[in-house]
């Protein structure tokens, strides 16, 4: 069996990714191997901050000879404008010499594969990063309905949120908002995500994006995997599994 390994760069605090990552992929075989940047408050100038450390990363885990590398982290690859994450891809390809993708661009194409145009968001952010987000998102012709935060700054206290939390949040905008929209999308790399999916989607019969499906599903097109998961992770990976 082929060994893919899988490398992802993610924010210092993030405590999901790795955990999510690791747990989803049954077969075939893929590792997931991480190197961090330095992030402890999410906003802007946090970001910013995070940011210079792309390269260092990179180069770290480049050395794996890795087989894609994964920049996980949404505000943190689109809150430049609507070319950020494509900046980014780029930076680490040519440093590095191996394909990869970014958190921003992956849910791009992810809504884009749904034939999704407006889109109902829920963030754990601050405005400052939800107004980027929805501009971002706008930029690249999609509606947003609506987009909701829960107002974290501390990034370990978004990645400690159970699971239930984003259910019961993507329930409650979905019953505030009414169900014209196309996709809902729960944004940040460090919110569990994965266990609720498939059970919000049932809930309100629309497709449900995370950001960490959304990079995850990008990774595995990229490799040109078929998996088999231990999640339900919705509709997005209808031609994955």
């Known amino acids: 069996m082929t060994w893919f390994k899988i490398g992802v760069i993610i924010p210092s605090s993030n405590t999901t990714v790795e955990r999510e990552f690791n747990r989803a992929i049954r077969e075939p075989e893929a590792t997931i191997h991480s190197s961090r940047i330095m ?8 970001l910013e901050e995070m940011e210079r450390e ?12 890795p087989d894609i590398i994964a920049y996980a982290c949404t505000t943190g690859s689109l809150f430049k ?5 494509v900046e980014i891809k780029e930076r680490i390809e040519r440093l590095t010499k ?3 993708v970014a958190t921003a661009g992956a849910v791009v194409d992810a809504i884009k594969k749904l034939n999704a145009s407006k889109v109902l968001v829920v963030t754990p952010y601050i405005d400052e990063l ?3 987000e929805k501009e971002f998102l706008e930029a690249h012709g999609f509606k947003v309905v609506n987009i909701r935060g829960l107002g974290i700054v501390d990034n370990t ?5 159970d699971p239930r939390t ?14 014209d929209f196309d996709v809902l999308f729960i944004s940040c790399t460090n919110w569990r995500t994965f266990e609720v999916i498939g059970a919000i989607e049932r809930r309100i019969n629309k497709p449900v994006v995370s950001s960490n499906s959304a990079t995850l599903w990008s990774v595995l097109k990229e490799l040109g995997l078929r998996v088999k998961l231990n999640y339900d992770l919705g ?3 209808s031609d994955i599994q």
């Open 39 to 46: 992030l402890r408050e999410v906003t802007l100038k946090g």
């Open 54 to 65: 792309t390269e260092r990363a990179a180069l770290e885990l480049s050395t794996i000879s």
């Open 81 to 85: 404008g609507p070319n950020h994450h």
């Open 98 to 100: 191996v394909k990869a």
């Open 130 to 132: 939800n107004t980027k």
């Open 157 to 161: 206290v978004i990645g400690s949120l």
């Open 166 to 179: 984003a259910y019961e949040t993507a329930l409650n905008a979905y019953n505030q908002s009414g169900p």
């Open 235 to 237: 509709m997005l990976f």
